[in-house]
């Protein structure tokens, strides 16, 4: 009995969605080990997860895993969950854990609760919350199967330290090829410097308000003093003012993050379905009575052009960022 979660890393560490995963699992745990499975992971990143709370990893290695192959990662998790009897099998609900956790439930003939918000229970006797129609309502869910797989929502539990446990690091190979059918031959590397809106702390948003593309230099400067990312509602992707990566909704990404400012964007309730569980919303719209002021803590009602640079210079006064 033990909770398995699947663990991402990233420059001297982890991810933060995976420290949150941990923090989560401690709270569910009741005693159970929390053991991660890292993909060609260092020691030293897998070390870190020690101060919250990991007592074991499994570690997967080998040139053959240097690109991501999602079957080959869920025959692995699946294997190890098997091999260290996990009843839970938790993955953030960022893109891998997307397209992971379904092949893990489906090898385990686990029950998949997927975007959830709130985890409850025990480790073996697992309950969630997670938003449904497009986070206008919640549902408490279970799986009736021995084995429940989960992907949690990043940014919304808080990853916190629990003293210094030092994590044994075993190498894993998994025993099954299956899933080792496919290489990559080409790769979408990410834009040095910029920031990925569904693992930013802080979201500048600009919507149709902008009034055209030209500007989106506002957004991008006020994110920049914030040292934010920058985020779109689908109706400026749809002109083709943004790219698609920037799109936060029922469409585009699910973002929590500790601060989201809504630029000139009216909140209809498919960009609110990604947006809504942000821990402070500010919003900043020359309509008064627009949705987007229902959700937020902090509005601003006035002209984007003509607010957004002075909020800027305000805040790079303070952050010395521009
Ligand atoms: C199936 C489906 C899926 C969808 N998925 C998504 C999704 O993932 N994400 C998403 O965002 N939308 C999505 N939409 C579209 C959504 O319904 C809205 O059309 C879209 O969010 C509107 O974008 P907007 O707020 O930028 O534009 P608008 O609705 O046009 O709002 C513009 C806002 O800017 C304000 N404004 C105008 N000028 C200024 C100014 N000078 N200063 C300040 N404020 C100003 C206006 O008062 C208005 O509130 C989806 C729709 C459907 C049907």
């Known amino acids: 009995m033990s909770i398995l979660i699947f663990l991402e890393s990233s420059g001297d560490g982890l991810k933060r969605s995976s420290y949150e995963a941990i923090t989560a699992a401690r709270a569910v745990a009741s005693g159970a080990p929390l053991i991660g499975i890292t993909i060609n992971a260092t020691e030293a990143q897998i070390a870190t997860a020690g101060a919250y709370g990991l007592s074991q990893c499994y570690n997967v290695t080998g040139a053959e ?4 192959k999602n079957s080959a990662v869920a ?19 960022n893109a891998t854990g997307k397209d992971v956790a379904p092949r893990v439930a489906v090898r385990l003939q686990a029950g998949l609760l997927p975007d959830c918000t709130e985890l409850h229970g025990t480790s073996t006797s697992l309950e969630a919350t997670r938003p449904v129609y497009a986070g206008k309502a ?17 940014n919304v539990f808080t990853a916190r330290e629990d003293g210094a446990v030092t994590v044994a690091v ?45 500007n989106f230099h506002l957004v991008e400067s006020l994110a920049r003093s914030l040292g934010a990312a920058v985020g779109a509602s689908r109706a400026v992707v749809d002109a083709g003012w943004r790219p698609h990566r920037e799109q936060v909704g029922q469409t585009g990404k699910t973002v929590s993050p500790t601060m989201y400012i809504a630029c000139g964007i009216s ?3 498919q960009h609110l ?27 601003i009602v006035g002209d984007v052009l003509e607010v ?8 790079s006064s303070v952050t010395g960022r521009s």
């Open 65 to 68: 895993w240097t690109s991501f």
């Open 308 to 315: 957004l640079p002075k909020l800027t210079q305000k805040i």
């Open 267 to 269: 909140g209809a309730v």
């Open 273 to 299: 379905a990604g947006m809504s569980t942000s821990k402070i919303i500010v919003a900043i719209n020359k309509d008064k009575d627009a949705p987007i002021f229902k959700v937020a803590d902090y509005g």
């Open 75 to 93: 025959a692995a998790v699946a294997e190890a969950a098997t091999t260290c009897g996990a009843t839970t099998v938790l993955f953030s609900a």
């Open 138 to 154: 919640s549902i408490r869910v279970k799986a009736t199967t021995p084995t429940t797989v989960a992907t949690l929502r990043p």
């Open 170 to 214: 075993t190498t894993f190979a998994p025993t099954s090829s299956a899933g080792m059918r496919s290489t990559t031959v080409t790769g979408v590397s990410k834009n040095e410097g910029m920031l990925d809106v569904a693992e930013a702390d802080v979201i500048v948003s600009g919507g149709r308000g902008l009034k055209g593309p030209e």
